[in-house]
């Protein structure tokens, strides 16, 4: 990602539908062969996004370039892209070969060609020995492999998925998303991957794009977005139990960055980053919460907390921990683990804070003995 | 069970036992079904068979066995000839023309256009008319001079044309009229099943660079296959028992121009009192209908594997 021209180039584009949904004023660069992840709840327009790139859909106004060529108003065939359905679209009257080949056949590739390929694709994503099946044979990952193996036979250097994964149960998930990560790794393609799993934007994307009613709320790395948030939408959509956005009003005075009205703000806290003591004594740095319940997978456990004047936040600790519902606790953190956002606008304020703020509960941090920290 | 020979095994007799409680099962389930049918498939057809093969009684002469000499009669009658060819070039010309009609007509009222619901109902009005009022729309259209076919050819300086009068159209106008009648019903199939496919697979298609035509010959006509074989039996079966329409248009004439085979039967049968000769014409449809009945389930077994 040097002064290399960007793959794909949008350039302030807008298409809006009736219904409010679409996107609007969009710019996006996506370097070649990196791996992008339009991430957002539904309706946000992740997936008119991706129809925009490959010409399902035409842009109402704006600029869509693919390797330095306009192709705005190219029909999509004519992109060099293409493309993994969620319903994954395989033709059920035809077998799994004829599938994949459909597009090479379509554009009267060479018949010794055509078998190269074929014989390649079906290698690269382990289909061999399946190419006489009709789709309704074949398990639902199978399916997968073959809307993934008709997208890599034309050797297009640009792929796009829209929501592969979703019609895949979560343990074959985990590893289908390991195998798209490689095999975009190994073919040098670049993908544009839509989803609405922070989870998989996570752990796939070099670049991921986190999308709201149709606007780019951030773009960065997995590791920026989790870091370091830029709006309050951005901070509680990615990391999984999601960050506690609690008004400031409830905090102290003195925890507050200097010269922040507490009414304009918002604090947030990742769940590992809260601390939770129940024989703390009473201190004015500490919110005083109470525990709604508890859910332990094994190597940690979720405590989720109800705090006066707030939607509650969810602290995650390690290992097993034993409250029961309705435990009083006092809650605490590192003073650099706190994120700030503007309460009316959501964006992230980085924050000057007063050099006592650092709270210091080490002390007592260590004398309970029931709550480890992580 | 009293009288079980020393050696043998209970077991064996629990066994039997069961398998007749079965049967018996199975024959009940098959009951009602057996029954309706006996009664109004079965029985006639055989009384119809019986019927063919003695001739006609009157009040002098009873009347007697006479073998196939019914069926020898009809190959012998010109007017056969006649009727099978007509009934041929009906089937042939309206089976293929309304299916072609009715899958049209679904693409089009499928696609995104403005008063696509219009459209639809409106394909499909001819469907809801009874035949015989059908009919009578059309009298008016073909009327010469008055009808509203002859004052566009007149507008173009044609001369009036008596469209059912006359034996060189008299067929074509009674084809036109049940293409018209069919199409509409058979569209309905076609835009049901259309419906039901996704149109993911258009997209796929598309970003494989397949156009529009190469998506309906590799695509859309084989998903299509089942719903236009089940359109193709319709279409068949009412070729043969759909003469409502002759009735009031042409009643066969002129010269026999325009006569259907069922038509041909119900003439003999009930206009001149020759139920023999009708029953032998009525089997020897039976038997062709039932010929190609056979062969079309070997086709529908071999070509629509889907789903």
């Known amino acids: ?374 | 069970m009293t009288r079980l020979p020393e050696n043998n095994r209970p077991q064996n007799n629990l066994i039997t036992l069961q398998k007749r409680r079965q049967a018996l099962y199975g024959w009940m389930l098959m009951a009602p079904a057996l029954a309706l049918l006996s009664l109004f498939a079965f029985y006639p057809t055989i009384a119809t068979f019986f019927s063919s093969l003695f001739s006609r009684g009157t009040t002098r002469h009873p009347s007697v066995f006479a073998g196939f000499e019914n069926y020898g009669d009809l190959f012998a009658d010109p007017t056969f000839w006649t009727v099978a060819s007509n009934n041929l070039i009906y089937a042939g010309v309206t089976i293929p023309v309304s299916i072609i009609f009715a899958l049209i007509m679904a693409l089009w009222a499928n696609a995104h256009i403005p008063a696509r619901s219009f459209i639809r109902s409106a394909y499909f009005t001819p469907t809801i008319l009874p035949m015989i009022a059908a009919a009578n729309l059309w009298l008016f259209f073909y009327t010469p001079d008055l009808g509203i076919i002859d004052r566009i050819t007149g507008f173009f300086g044609a001369e009036p044309t008596n469209w059912l009068g006359q034996p060189e159209t008299a067929l074509a106008a009674v084809i036109i009229v049940t293409i018209w009648k069919e199409a509409g019903f058979f569209m309905i199939f076609y835009l049901a099943a259309l419906q039901t496919i996704p149109p993911d697979l258009r997209e796929a298609a598309r970003i494989e660079g397949a156009g529009r035509w190469t998506y309906t010959r590799r695509v859309l006509l084989p998903l299509l296959m089942p719903t236009t074989i089940f359109v193709f039996v319709n279409a068949l079966i009412n070729s043969v028992k759909l003469i409502d329409h002759l009735f009031i248009l042409t009643k066969g004439g002129p010269n026999n121009a325009s006569k259907l085979i069922l038509y041909w039967i119900w003439e003999m049968a009930f206009a001149y009192f020759d139920r023999p000769h009708a029953a032998a014409m009525t089997m020897m449809v039976l038997l062709v209908l039932g010929i190609v009945a056979i062969a079309q389930f070997r086709l529908v077994e071999k070509r629509t594997h889907y789903r």
């Not at chain 1, 073919?187 to 794009?209: N, W």
């Open chain 1, 1 to 374: 990602m040097t002064v290399q021209k960007p793959f794909i180039q949008i350039e302030n584009v807008s298409r809006v539908f009736d219904g409010n949904n679409g996107v609007h004023d969009l710019s996006i660069d996506i370097p070649r062969g990196s791996f992008v992840v339009l991430l957002g709840p539904s309706g946000c327009g992740k997936s008119t996004t991706l129809r925009l790139i490959a010409g399902l859909e035409t842009a109402d106004q704006g600029r869509i370039l693919i390797d330095d060529q306009d192709v705005t108003a190219v029909p999509p065939s004519k992109r060099g892209l293409s493309m993994v359905f969620q319903s994954y679209a395989l033709f059920p009257h035809l077998s799994v070969a004829e599938n994949i080949v459909f597009g090479l056949k379509v554009r009267k590739c060479d018949k010794v060609e055509m078998a190269k390929r074929l014989a390649n694709a079906l290698d690269v994503t382990g289909l061999e020995g399946l190419e006489n099946r009709k789709p309704s044979e074949l398990s639902g990952g199978q399916r997968q492999r073959v809307a993934l193996a008709r997208a890599i036979v034309a050797g297009h250097p640009l792929c796009l998925m829209d929501e592969p994964l979703s019609n895949l149960d979560a343990k074959l998930r985990h590893s289908v998303r390991k195998d798209i990560r490689d095999l975009q790794q190994r073919l040098g393609i670049t993908v544009v991957y839509v989803t609405h799993d922070q989870t998989e934007a996570m752990s796939m994307a070099d670049i991921v794009i986190l999308m709201k009613d149709g606007r780019i709320e951030q773009a960065g790395s997995p590791a920026d977005l989790y870091l370091k948030p830029a709006t309050s939408f951005a901070a509680g959509f990615v990391g999984s139990p999601p960050m506690g956005l609690l008004p400031a009003t409830i905090l102290a005075p003195k925890l507050l960055p200097i010269g922040a009205r507490a009414e304009n703000l918002i604090i947030g806290i990742r769940p590992e980053d809260l601390k939770l003591q129940t024989k703390a004594p009473r201190h004015a740095d500490n919110i005083p919460a109470q525990v709604v319940s508890t859910e332990f997978l094994g190597p940690e456990t979720f405590v989720y907390l109800a705090i006066d004047g707030t939607d509650g936040a969810t602290a995650r600790l390690p290992g097993r921990v034993h409250l029961s519902p309705g435990t009083q606790v006092s809650l605490s953190w590192a003073g650099a683990a706190a994120h700030w956002f503007d309460r009316e606008r959501g964006h992230r304020l980085s924050a000057a804070m007063p050099d006592d703020a650092t709270q210091t509960h080490s002390v007592f941090l260590h004398n309970d003995p029931a709550i480890p920290t992580l």
